[in-house]
């Protein structure tokens, strides 16, 4: 606020620049501060101060927070990776869901880590199954989209029990996926959100 009160208008490259931060990084806190009304966004110009205080509601700023402002990069494997090298894939991404997509990289599964613990106890080799065998399938998949409310997509977590949502892109010949949206990225909004109304 400091920055683009003393600057503005700035773009949000500078911004990043001056706070030593990605522009990927700083993408959320912007959204924030734009949907609160504190700061105005032109598109080529950059953002200047809006001057307003809390004039806006809690529940309207967050009614407009956007999937797109808060997933994270998806981490996709293919149908006949073997259940053992999805485990090692899910450690050295430090990520808690796998999506498993097809050769025309089509969305075609889930992998959790339950799924893959529940394989594990069993007493099969799990160098010889791939993992098109234990994922969640299509159509019973549940995702979102980029420009979708982050309360929608809270409310599906919470509805199905799950920890994560593939954010795609719907196509004719199939899902594409492009992002990952999980109670993690709830979480930063939801502290986002509580530092933008102390300002
Ligand atoms: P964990 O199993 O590690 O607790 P989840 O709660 O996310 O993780 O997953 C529970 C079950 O729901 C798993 O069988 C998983 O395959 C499935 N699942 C996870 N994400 C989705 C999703 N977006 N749509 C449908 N099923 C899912």
Redesign the pocket.
Same mark, same amino acid.
């Given at each position: 606020m400091q920055i683009v009160k003393g600057n503005g208008p700035i773009t949000g490259e500078q911004i990043a620049e001056r706070l030593n931060l990605t522009r990927a990084t700083l993408r959320p806190d912007l959204a924030i501060l734009t949907m609160a009304g504190f700061l105005d966004a032109r598109p080529r110009v950059g953002y200047f101060y809006a001057g307003k205080k809390n004039t806006v509601s809690i529940t309207e700023s967050m009614m407009n927070l956007k999937v797109k402002d808060f997933q994270s990069k998806p981490v996709l494997v293919s149908e006949d990776m073997m259940v053992y090298d999805a485990i090692l894939r899910m450690f050295s991404e430090d990520v808690? %869901?796998l999506f498993v997509i097809d050769p025309q990289n089509y969305l075609q599964g889930? =992998?959790? !880590?339950?799924?893959l613990l529940r394989t594990s106890i069993g007493t099969q080799d799990l160098n010889k199954i791939p993992v098109h065998i234990i994922? %969640?399938r299509m159509p019973? @998949?549940?995702?979102c989209q980029r420009n979708d409310s982050l309360i929608l997509a809270a409310k599906k977590l919470i509805e !199905?029990? @799950?920890?994560? =949502?593939?954010v795609v892109q719907e196509t004719e010949k199939g899902v594409e996926v492009i992002g990952r949206l999980t109670k993690t990225s709830i979480t930063r909004a939801f502290i986002s959100l509580a530092e933008t109304h102390e300002l």
């Open positions: 808690g %869901t889930v =992998l959790s !880590r339950k799924d994922m %969640t019973n @998949i549940a995702y !199905r029990e @799950i920890d994560s =949502l593939p």
